[in-house]
């Protein structure tokens, strides 16, 4: 997530180049034709370009405001892990009469945070990160589970034991529930806390569960692929026909000039149907870089972050005040 002021022009149009570079051709090479070939049937009706360049944008901003509503639903769900794990922090601390206790069930809940955000960081079929604009932009800000193991993270929270099991699962985050829940049911066969106390936690547990399943749904269900080609392709066809209508309408205009562009008008459709076709072009991918919240690019919602944070709270306030400070990000980009 960009957490500073905004985006750069020139860091925009540098990472939406490549499609820059094939537009300017595809409006070179209709207009060479036609002005220096003599192919005069090359130009189109401009309500042609106009009634596909309108389902274009209906269609872009459809995906853009549905891309955003996946990132805006990412942002909620994570907002409300947060909120729950101090609550679950404040209530082993509290519920729990035994410290250690305690301290174990807020440690291995950073476990639980720990092993979700490497579940939610792995790579998908669909996702944008290894295209060639964003590879390239990663050197742009550090992306934390490239940096460390899962097994060196968990290391940090709970016995070498659970930490095996952990690792073995294949469903490592949901397995760190299932090991809370057993060991709230062992606190309470021994006597270390009351039964209305275990329901409670067990209520929290039960919520970490939905708040989970949200945040896998919208990792491993992409945005629908029909709508996602559809826009692709209906860009492509606009950025096609755009030139040959933009050279219908400057023909007319060769008799209205005098000096320099006399005669010379239908070469401004190369800049002019560049500029109009780069804007859609780079709204579409706009708008398939922002479908996978969690992929780990650079308009993520900063899982990462968040789990930092949580962790020197939750720590904190078990009574470590002597919790070393993490490095802030290096950069705008909080991942």
Known sequence: MHTGHSYRISEFVFWTRRSLYALVVLSIIPV?????????????PWGVVL??????????????TQTYNRTW????????????SRLWGA????????????????????????????????????????QAPNVEYRKHYSFPEKESTLEDELSKYVAPQERSQ????????????????????AM??????????????????REFQDLQAKSEQIKNYPYPRQYAIVNTIFV????????????????????LVDGFMAGRMVWLAIPLSALICWMYAALDQVGESSANPFEGGANDVPISQICVSLEVELRQLLGEFDVPEHAGPSSPIVL
């Open 32 to 44: 060479l034709l036609y002005q220096m070939a003599g192919y005069r049937w090359l130009a189109i």
């Open 188 to 205: 309470l066969a021994a006597g270390g806390i009351p039964a209305s106390f275990f329901v409670e936690l067990q209520k929290i547990l």
């Open 51 to 64: 009634m596909l360049g309108t389902t274009v944008a209906l269609m872009a901003g459809f995906k853009n």
């Open 73 to 84: 639903e990412a942002q909620r769900v994570w907002a409300s892990i947060a909120a729950m």
């Open 91 to 130: 209530m082993s601390r509290d519920y729990v009469p035994d410290a250690e206790e305690g301290r174990r069930l807020v440690y291995r809940h950073l476990a639980w945070l720990t092993a979700l955000r490497y579940q939610m960081r792995d790579s998908k079929a669909w996702e944008t990160l290894q």
């Open 166 to 185: 952990i690792l073995v699962s294949q469903a490592k985050a949901a397995h760190v529930l299932s090991l809370q829940s057993e060991a709230l049911k």
């Open 236 to 255: 492509r066809i606009l950025c096609l026909l755009l030139p040959l209508g933009m050279i219908n309408e400057l023909e007319p205009l060769n008799r």
